[in-house]
């Protein structure tokens, strides 16, 4: 792993740590705890992956296993005008799923 000079947090760092703490990943699977709720959150995932197959014909290799997250760049300047780039990201499904996405848009 490089080491950067300024601090940085990866998402599989940050992803371990949400499902290490008391909330079980909930953040990334519709409010569910993973410990409670296994086939809950198998059928979310598979619902949402069936419902994008209509906007990317490309299947999941494991859809009920399978956690969606959106992932944004965007390149900018910094204070000294020296480019920078920026990139994050947040789960599809929100915390109340309820078959809304974390979005404007619906893919149903």
């Given at each position: 792993?490089?080491?950067?000079?300024?601090?940085?947090?990866?998402?599989?760092?940050?992803?371990?740590?949400?499902?290490?703490?008391?909330?079980?990943g909930?953040?990334?699977?519709?409010?569910?705890?993973?410990?409670?709720?296994?086939?809950?959150?198998?059928?979310?995932?598979?619902?949402?992956?069936?419902?994008?197959q209509?906007?990317?014909?490309?299947?999941?290799?494991?859809?009920?296993?399978t956690?969606?997250?959106?992932?944004?760049?965007?390149?900018?300047?910094?204070?000294?005008?020296?480019?920078?780039?920026?990139?994050?990201?947040?789960?599809?499904?929100?915390?109340?799923?309820?078959?809304?996405?974390?979005?404007?848009?619906?893919?149903?």
């Amino acid at each position: 792993m490089n080491v950067a000079q300024w601090p940085v947090m990866y998402l599989s760092e940050w992803m371990k740590a949400a499902f290490k703490d008391s909330s079980e990943g909930a953040f990334f699977l519709g409010g569910y705890l993973l410990s409670e709720s296994l086939p809950a959150i198998t059928s979310m995932l598979t619902e949402f992956w069936d419902h994008h197959q209509y906007v990317d014909a490309t299947p999941a290799r494991d859809p009920g296993r399978t956690i969606p997250i959106y992932i944004h760049g965007d390149e900018g300047r910094g204070q000294v005008k020296r480019p920078v780039m920026v990139c994050s990201f947040q789960p599809c499904i929100g915390w109340d799923y309820n078959g809304q996405l974390n979005s404007k848009k619906n893919l149903t």
